[in-house]
């Protein structure tokens, strides 16, 4: 069965302490994997398309990164308005255009 | 551009009422996608439509649901005789076409729906 696990599910960081998240997947076919942001009482927020491994994507203080088996979140230099729900998906090339979730990290930055 | 608009945002209906939960897409979209966040757990696929037409309906519990795409007017997902199992936040997304894109889906702000 296709799946996808994030970890760790809660972290909490100092501001300015660097991070990383991971996700996870043993999925077969695999045509690309994303990663949203997901604020309280609010729906998830595109961030990123990986779709090779190697491949690497950033905005402001996000990067992350693919390899064959995960992808990485990371976290430079955090502030507290990235606190939030962290969410990656795949997309498989069997599955047309469904998304499979992993069930989030909640990261949480302490000023 | 007014991105996915969800109706209502908090919907509570008592045991065995009926909830419609309305999505209209992005403007240009024309696949939109409901999603289920139960509390505590991750966001799970429902169904998959097009203008007139269910593509995928693989996450669809199989009775009391069903999931509708007009050719005008909103997205619809209906669910009958609801239960305390039902309340969860149903959010809906939309894109332009496939996924080829790399845009991934825009999600709404969702509906919260507690069954008492």
């Known amino acids: 069965e296709d799946q996808v696990t994030q970890s760790p599910e809660a972290l909490r960081l100092q501001e300015g302490e660097s991070s990383s998240l991971n996700c996870s997947y043993t999925?077969?076919?695999?045509?690309?994997l994303f990663w949203y942001r997901q604020d309280p009482g609010k729906g998830p927020e595109f961030l990123f398309t990986?779709?090779?491994a190697g491949e690497e994507k950033e905005k402001e203080r996000l990067k992350a990164t693919l390899t064959k088996k995960e992808s990485f979140l990371h976290i430079t230099a955090p502030k507290p308005e990235d606190s939030a729900t962290y969410l990656c998906?795949?997309?498989?090339?069997?599955?047309?255009?469904?998304?499979?979730f992993g069930g989030g990290t909640r990261v949480l930055v302490k000023p | 551009n007014a991105g996915v608009m969800q109706n209502p945002r908090h919907l509570v209906r008592r045991r065995g009422q009926e909830a419609r939960l309305r999505c209209s897409p992005m403007?240009?979209?024309?696949?939109v996608y409901w999603y289920r966040q139960l509390p505590e757990e991750g966001l799970k696929f429902m169904v998959y439509?097009?203008?007139?037409?269910?593509?995928?309906e693989s996450g669809m519990p199989k009775e009391r649901f069903s999931a509708e795409f007009p050719k005008e007017g909103p997205s619809i997902l209906r669910i009958q005789q609801v239960v305390r199992g039902d309340s969860a936040a149903y959010f809906c997304?939309?894109?332009?076409?496939?996924?080829?894109?790399?845009?991934?889906?825009?999600f709404g702000s969702g509906t919260r729906l507690t069954v008492v």
């Open positions: 997304a939309s894109s332009p076409m496939g996924q080829g894109g790399g845009y991934g889906y825009t």
């Open positions: 999925v077969s076919g695999l045509r690309g």
């Open positions: 990986l779709y090779s």
């Open positions: 998906a795949v997309l498989l090339q069997a599955a047309g255009n469904k998304l499979t």
């Open positions: 403007k240009g979209h024309s696949h």
């Open positions: 439509l097009q203008k007139e037409n269910i593509i995928d």
